[in-house]
């Protein structure tokens, strides 16, 4: 299936949270570890993407569910699987096999769910920034350098691309310039490698009411930044629910010469960090946004379920898709 045809037909759906779907596993310590690191030295409860090696089936079964609820693309479990994240868990080494097996595991849910869909390698925006000082006291400082950046993205490319994902994404992006490392790693690879280059997704964050970024952009200079990686879609997710996100998706769609995509949390959080937006209720947000033509793929964030995604899809699956800008 070619995406860039199907886009240009209808809205496609991508899936919900991951990690909101492990938590309802209640996974212990021991799950996290299976027999291969029962002696690790230091804890791994909560590091979820080791799952896509220690419970695979678990990871796929996840998969299945947003296939089944209507996703067209699914995530894979690789959120933080770039040696820099895993550094917190002294899994530097394990990065490229978690990517590998994160892509396997999206592929079994594939399979579990017997229809076709695409599989987006997630890239997630590091736990260090290139832009931003960690010491408040030296705003020089910076926790990670560009080549550190670049050589972590490069790995993680490097084993979507040989696990077999169709895209790649680069999603919740508060600093631009960890982005812009990702995008350079991902053309350095296929430059290096000589492989077809896979269809590039990027997400960004929009952290408050103000329209920026973390690092300070504006949703238009963002957007610029990124634009020379003539990506397949540009979008955002995370921070905000629907109703949040509204007017930042709205002045996106009429930027943005490529696709747009929106996936949302399930509202803003509760006072005990839950999130409690019903699943018909980001439908009808999302349908709106859809009616309003700003969208090109829709789907759901933290606190977003099956069910979520399940509503979202029924509410678009009428609607024509954001028709892209003619650009002189």
């Not at 399979?111 to 590091?126: E, F, N, T, Y």
């Not at 000082?133 to 972590?152: H, I, Q, Y």
């Not at 200079?221 to 509204?246: D, W």
């Amino acid at each position: 299936m070619d995406i860039r045809q199907e886009l240009e037909k209808r809205i496609l759906v991508i899936d919900g949270a991951m990690g909101t779907m492990i938590q309802r596993y209640k996974l212990q310590e021991a799950d996290f570890r299976g027999e291969r690191f029962k002696d690790w030295p230091s804890d791994l409860k909560g590091n979820n993407d080791l799952l896509c090696i220690t419970q695979p089936q678990i990871i796929a079964e996840i998969h299945k569910q947003y296939l089944d609820a209507g996703a067209d693309i699914i995530e894979t479990n690789t959120f933080s699987s770039t040696a820099i994240a895993m550094a917190d868990y002294h899994m530097e080494s394990l990065a490229y096999e978690l990517n590998v097996a994160a892509v396997k595991c999206a592929k079994e849910g594939i399979r579990l769910a017997g229809k076709k869909a695409w599989i987006a390698g997630a890239i997630g925006p590091l736990n260090k920034t290139l832009s931003l000082s960690p010491d408040v006291n030296n705003p020089g400082f910076r926790g990670l350098t560009w080549d550190e950046a670049v050589a972590a993205y490069y790995e993680q490319v490097s084993g979507l691309s040989d696990g077999g994902a169709d895209l790649l994404l680069v999603e919740t992006i508060f600093d631009t310039l960890n982005a812009k490392a990702a995008i350079y790693a991902i053309k350095k690879y296929f430059r290096d490698t000589g492989k077809p280059e896979l269809p590039i997704m990027i997400s960004g964050t929009i952290t408050d009411a103000s329209g920026r970024t973390l690092s300070g952009q504006t949703l238009e200079a963002f957007y610029t930044s990124i634009q020379h990686a003539r990506p397949l879609s540009v979008g955002l997710n995370c921070a905000l629910g629907a109703k949040e996100m509204r007017p930042h998706i709205a002045e996106l769609s009429q930027l943005a010469s490529c696709f747009v995509s929106a996936y949302p949390n399930a509202g803003l959080p509760n006072a005990m960090g839950e999130y409690d937006e019903r699943p018909e209720d980001t439908g009808h947000y999302l349908e709106d946004w859809a009616r309003e033509g700003y969208v090109n793929i829709v789907g759901g964030c933290c606190g977003t379920t099956p069910d979520h995604i399940r509503h979202i899809a029924d509410h678009v699956k009428s609607i024509e898709p954001r028709r892209l800008p003619v650009v002189a």
